[in-house]
């Protein structure tokens, strides 16, 4: 059987039909659990079947499948337990991040405000063990303010000699930029389309080296040992950090598997684990621990408690309009206030321009799910490509509507919630990356400046380019 995103004429996949449910029904509750013997186990047993990944068959290797199928509660609850055991030397300091399109998930579950979520889901995290609970919007804003640079750039070096347009990149959670979509892209595709990648890293990929790099070498109250210690800890190898990040996409527990971390650290992984909204969220409903609201941490000493926000995107990061915003200034001295958007062939498929006396000067595309992408590949192929830039995203829909939350029992979209969703993340305040002081001190003192090598190792990344599978090409949609 395959999966509806499929490209190929036969997939191995399994598929949960083929296998039963993701969770054991027989699941105890944590508290349970915890008294016995301190330690986690039904719960742990979840799995992730490339089912519920986007990407085709021929993006994951066997091994990667035996990696995968680890990138659930289990890893999760392992940590917390030897965070239990005497031996302080298998500590580790546990890091939580969660993805912004994530939180409308936890409002709408909790019948909360996406504030009062946000603590209730940081107080759950850290009756558990966690040590810390941080927002990834700072991350986006790297990745966003990344891709505008590029984008500029690309613009003035592109010719009809040196073809550096279109660039396409995505907001996609699992971005850079969205596995299913990249990893079709570098492993199915090839050329002509991975040349026209945007090379920012994505906000996980960012915030794992925030994480493991600048976050780790700064005066820490909770050392590596139990939760309630209070010493202070400054240089902790990037090793006794475990990362977790709670997304809306199950393609991040992908991106996890590719990330690298630095030249400067070579062998570190900037994830450890992603855990989905839907995974958390059965967390919270199978627990009876008692849970007080948290304040979400920041990576700041001079910050109380991270604001919620978001940036300009329907259902994303936003990418295409705060790229666009800034393509019209630099390169037109155009002041945009209101983007408009224009649906073509379909609501997945938008398109935005800037006019002047007539003239077209700026043409941008968003395209949501794998039908709308391998329209524009075909086009791209064929030289008939009329857009300079193209955000991507595989899910239709948007991130919001990510495979890892909103779902039904039987794996169909929940349009209720995600109705739900759409309204609670509209009201949640949009910040533009530029007017982020935090950034630009991050720039200096963490990337020793915004075009410095360092900020090119940590920011960006390159992609493969094997010979691309022209029978993909090819399929009809």
């Known amino acids: 059987m395959k999966c509806e995103h499929c490209t190929r004429k036969e997939c191995s996949k399994k598929t949960k039909t083929d296998d039963g449910e993701n969770v054991s029904p027989d699941v105890p509750s944590l508290a349970q659990e915890n008294s016995e013997k301190g330690e986690f186990h039904k719960l742990a047993d979840a799995k992730i079947f490339l089912s519920d990944c986007l990407a085709c068959d021929s993006c994951v ?10 990138q659930n509660a289990k890893d999760f609850f392992r940590v917390l337990n030897l965070n239990k055991k005497c031996d302080t030397s298998e500590h580790k300091v546990l890091v939580v991040s969660v993805c912004p399109q994530s939180l409308p998930y936890f409002a709408a579950k909790l019948n909360l405000s996406v504030t009062d979520a946000s603590r209730r889901l940081c107080g759950f995290l850290k009756s558990l063990g966690v040590h810390y ?28 000699e040196q073809r550096a347009l279109p660039m396409l990149t995505s907001a996609c959670p699992g971005e850079p930029r969205f596995q299913g979509w990249v990893r079709y892209a570098e492993r199915v595709l090839g050329h002509p389309v991975t040349p026209h990648l945007c090379t920012a890293k994505s906000p996980q990929q960012v915030m794992g080296s925030l994480v493991k790099d600048y976050f780790a070498k700064q005066q820490l109250t909770k050392s590596p040992t139990l939760a309630d210690d209070k010493r202070v ?37 900037g994830t450890d684990c992603v855990l989905t909204s839907g995974e958390i969220t059965q967390m919270m409903e199978q627990s009876d621990l008692s849970v007080k609201d948290a304040a979400v941490d920041t990576l700041f000493r001079d910050a109380k408690e991270a604001v919620v926000r978001r940036h300009d995107g329907t259902g994303s990061d936003g990418h295409l309009a705060h790229v666009f915003r800034h393509a019209a200034k630099e390169l037109f001295n155009e002041h945009v206030e209101e983007i408009t958007y224009c649906a073509l062939r379909n609501k997945d498929f938008q398109e935005v321009t800037l006019e002047k006396n007539g003239e077209v000067l700026l043409r941008f595309a968003a395209a949501y799910g794998f039908r709308n992408v391998q329209n524009l590949v075909l086009k791209l192929r064929k ?95």
């Open 233 to 269: 800890v400054k240089n902790l190898p990037p090793e006794k950090i475990f990362h977790v990040v709670v997304a809306p996409c199950y393609d991040k527990k992908l991106e996890a598997l590719q990330e690298g971390f630095s030249t400067a650290l070579p062998g570190a992984q």
């Open 133 to 160: 609970v941080f927002d990834m919007a700072i991350a986006a804003d790297f990745s966003i303010l990344e891709s505008q640079k590029e984008f500029v750039r690309r613009y003035h070096q592109h010719s009809d």
């Open 61 to 70: 290797t066997a091994e990667e499948g035996a990696q995968l199928s680890q």
């Open 383 to 477: 030289g008939k490509f009329p857009y300079h830039f193209v955000e991507v995203l595989a899910c239709p829909g948007g991130c919001l509507n990510g495979r890892g939350q909103a779902q039904t029992e039987h794996g169909h979209t929940d349009k209720f919630v995600l109705r739900q969703m759409e309204g609670i993340y509209a009201d949640i305040p949009v910040q533009p990356p530029e007017s982020s002081a935090h950034v630009q001190e991050l720039y200096q003192e963490w990337l020793e400046g915004t075009d410095s090598l360092k900020a090119q190792e940590a920011l960006h990344t390159s992609y493969q380019s094997p010979e691309r599978c022209t029978a993909a090409l090819d399929m009809k949609w």
